[in-house]
C-alpha cells in the first residue's frame, strides 16, 4: 500500500523520466477562437477550426508510381506531424493521461486487423481475435476489486465513456422505472447516458472537495423514494479528482429505506480507479460492497497508445442486456460491435510488465509529486487545492488563454488543473512552475488586475487571494 504523504523530511525525490522527446522548433499557437469572438469571454473557449489546417486527401497523379513524389509528400508530412507529437507531448499537463510506455514490442502486430466483437468470454466465427488476452486483463481487473470469476462479466471498451454507457445501461435493465443520481461534479458522459436512454437524472450537490454532498443526497432520495436508484459514484471526478464516500452513499441510501434489492450503483473510476487499491488508508472499491459495476479508462493510468477502458460488473445483471447474433456465432451485451482487438494485447502487455508492485511505485510517485506542486503553487502565492487520495492538483487559471494551450491545462470557471501522471516528472513541473511564476508577474503587475478569488471552489484554506491571504 502507498501512503501520499511526503516522504524524507518533506523533500521530493526527483525522478528519473523514461520518456524524453527531442527538442524540437516549437511551431507558434494558433489564435483563440471563442464562442463570440470576443477574446476575454472565458465561458467557452473553442480552439481553431480544424478545416482551417487539415491535411487535404489528394488523387495521386499518373506518374506517381515512378516518380514517387506522393510517398516523399506523405513521408515528409508525417515527420513534421511527429514533430510536432514530441513538442506538444513535452507540454502535456491537463490531462490524464500516461505518455510512459513502450510498446515496440507489439509492432509486429500492426499487419492484423484484430476484432473482439461480441461477447469476449465467447469465442465466435471471426477467428482473428484477441479474446485470450482480453479475458486475462478482466481476471486481472476482478482480483483487483475483488470479485470471483465465475460471478463477474465484462469487457474492454473503447473508451471511458463507453464504460459509464454500459454501467448506466446495466442499472437502468435492473430498474427501468429507476432515477439516476449523479453528483454535479460527474464526468459529462454520465449525463450523456441519460439523455440517451430518456432517464429521469437528478443532480446532487458537492462539497468544496468535489465529491457527492450526502445531506443533499439524502434530500433528493426522499423525494422519490417510490423508485429504484441508479446512482454514478465517481472515483475521481473530472475536474477536482475528488473521491465520492462509496461506503456514505451506501450508508444514506440504506437508512433512507432502499434495500440492496432497489439500488444499483455504477463506479465511475476513470483514472483513480486503478490507482486506489494501492493508496494506504484510501476505502476500497470492491464488490463485496453492493456496487453493481465499474469501470476504469485503459489509456489513462496504465498508458496505452489507443483509447480503451475496462468494464466489469455482475453476470447476474448481463442477462436482461445479452442477445444471441446468429452470424456472429456469439451473443452480445457490449454497446459497441467491433471492439478494437489490439487494446486487449496493450493492457496485458502492460499489466504483465508493471505487475502490482510497478503501479504501487507509480502511484506513489504521482502522489509525491502532487504534493510537490501544490507546496510550490502555495510558496508563490498562488492559490491550490490538493484532494487527499488525488494528484490532480486544482489551482487559479492563468490569465492567458496562450499559457493554457501551451500547457494543454483543463479549465473551468476561475481554476484549472494539472494532473500528475507516471510521465510528470519533478523537472517538468519545475519547468511549468517557473514559466507560470514568470508570467504571473507580467499579468498582474499594474495591480488593476487581481488574481481570481477562488475559495467558493477550492475553499479559503487554499486561496491565496487579497481577501484571503
Known amino acids: 500500500m502507498v501512503d501520499g504523504s511526503l516522504e524524507n523530511g518533506g523533500e521530493v525525490e526527483i525522478l528519473l523520466e523514461k520518456f524524453d522527446p527531442t527538442a524540437v ?6 489564435p483563440v477562437v471563442t464562442s463570440n469572438d470576443k477574446a476575454n469571454d472565458r465561458e467557452i473557449v473553442l480552439g481553431r477550426n480544424v478545416h482551417t489546417t487539415c491535411l487535404t486527401v489528394t488523387e495521386p497523379d499518373v506518374d506517381d508510381e515512378f516518380t514517387g513524389d506522393k510517398d516523399a509528400y506523405m ?24 505518455l510512459d510506455f513502450d510498446y515496440g514490442a507489439l509492432a509486429q502486430l500492426q499487419h492484423f486487423s484484430i476484432n ?6 465467447i469465442e465466435s466465427n471471426y477467428g482473428v481475435h484477441s479474446r485470450q488476452f482480453e479475458v486475462g486483463v478482466l481476471d486481472w481487473f476482478a482480483r483487483l476489486w475483488e470479485i470471483e470469476r465465475s460471478e463477474y462479466w465484462g ?148 498508458g496505452c497508445p489507443m483509447p480503451c477502458g475496462v468494464q466489469i460488473t455482475r453476470l447476474e445483471h448481463i442477462n436482461a ?19 478494437n482487438g489490439h487494446a486487449p494485447i496493450f493492457l496485458w502487455y502492460t499489466l504483465n510488465k508493471k505487475g502490482y508492485k510497478g503501479f504501487q511505485k507509480e502511484v506513489q510517485k504521482c502522489l509525491r509529486n ?17 484532494n487527499e487520495l488525488s494528484s490532480t492538483v486544482v489551482f487559479e487559471r492563468p490569465l492567458d488563454e496562450e499559457f493554457v494551450r501551451r500547457w494543454q491545462l483543463a479549465c473551468q470557471g476561475n481554476i484549472a488543473h494539472v494532473v500528475v501522471m507516471p510521465n510528470v516528472t519533478i523537472e517538468k513541473l519545475d519547468d511549468f512552475l517557473n514559466e507560470l511564476v514568470e508570467k504571473r508577474l507580467s499579468w498582474y503587475q499594474d495591480g488593476e488586475v487581481k488574481p481570481p478569488c477562488i475559495a467558493a471552489d477550492i475553499g479559503s484554506e487554499g486561496c491565496h487571494c487579497t481577501l484571503h491571504k
Open 25 to 30: 522548433v516549437a511551431e507558434p499557437l494558433p
Open 75 to 98: 513521408a515528409s508530412v508525417l515527420a513534421r506531424y511527429r514533430k510536432t507529437l514530441l513538442e506538444r507531448t513535452k507540454c502535456h499537463l491537463g490531462y490524464p493521461y500516461n
Open 116 to 121: 473482439n466483437l461480441g461477447d469476449p468470454f
Open 155 to 302: 469487457y474492454i471498451t473503447n473508451c471511458g465513456t463507453e464504460g459509464n454507457l454500459h454501467g448506466i445501461l446495466v442499472g437502468r435493465e435492473v430498474f427501468p422505472d429507476g432515477i439516476l443520481y449523479a453528483s454535479q461534479e460527474s464526468h459529462y458522459s454520465v449525463f450523456k447516458a441519460a439523455r440517451m436512454y430518456r432517464m429521469e437524472c437528478v443532480k446532487v450537490g458537492t462539497l468544496v472537495s468535489g465529491e457527492i454532498d450526502c445531506a443533499d443526497f439524502k434530500v433528493k432520495l426522499l423525494a422519490n423514494k417510490d423508485k429504484p436508484a441508479i446512482i454514478n459514484v465517481n472515483i475521481g471526478t473530472t475536474v477536482k479528482g475528488a473521491v465520492d464516500d462509496l461506503d456514505l452513499v451506501i450508508q444514506t441510501l440504506e437508512e433512507n429505506g432502499f434495500n440492496h434489492d432497489r439500488f444499483y450503483i455504477h463506479c465511475d473510476g476513470a483514472l483513480f480507479g486503478l490507482m486506489m487499491p494501492f493508496v494506504k488508508r484510501a476505502p476500497k472499491v470492491t464488490f463485496k460492497k453492493p456496487i453493481g459495476s465499474v469501470s476504469v479508462s485503459g489509456h489513462k493510468f496504465v
Open 321 to 339: 442486456l445479452s442477445r444471441n447474433v446468429e452470424y456472429l456465432a456469439s451473443r452480445d451485451a457490449t454497446i459497441m460491435g467491433s471492439r
Open 370 to 386: 502532487a504534493h510537490y506542486l501544490k507546496g510550490r503553487l502555495h510558496a508563490a502565492g498562488i492559490s491550490a487545492m490538493l
